[in-house]
């Protein structure tokens, strides 16, 4: 099975800068996609950014311009570098892995969901 480990979170000021990272491992054949959600208190889970292996990139609009995503093939591995953050970036920021597995059946497609980093902007 997969494993991703995220690191990175913390507390800061507004204006300040985090960098997270999220490391996977397994019984992983291709890793297709790999990207960043958070969860809000009191919202529900959205979008931050994703990166492709090829290296496409989408961003939510409320972090254009402040927040980069990147990756190291080598070491399948996805960063993001977090700068400008403001208290509404506040939140649990999950390490999402779309990858194909290898198996009995042949080649299949899954998601994969890492267990979370808290990041909180002070005023």
């Known amino acids: 099975q997969v494993q991703l480990v995220e690191s990175g979170g913390g507390l800061v000021q507004g204006g300040g800068s985090l960098r997270l990272s999220c490391a996977a491992s397994?019984?992983?054949?291709?890793?297709?996609?790999m990207g960043w959600y958070r969860q809000a208190p009191g919202m529900e889970r959205e979008l931050v950014t994703t990166?492709?292996?090829?290296?496409?990139?989408n961003y939510a609009d409320s972090v254009k311009g402040r927040f980069t995503i990147s990756r190291d093939n080598a070491k399948n591995t996805v960063y993001l570098q977090m700068n400008s953050l403001k208290p509404e970036d506040t939140a649990v920021y999950y390490c999402?892995?779309?990858?194909?597995?290898?198996?009995?059946?042949?080649?299949?497609?899954?998601?994969?969901w890492g267990q979370g980093t808290q990041v909180t902007v002070s005023s």
């Open positions: 999402n892995l779309r990858y194909t597995e290898l198996g009995s059946r042949g080649l299949r497609d899954r998601d994969y």
């Open positions: 397994g019984n992983i054949f291709r890793i297709n996609t």
């Open positions: 990166i492709t292996s090829t290296g496409t990139t």
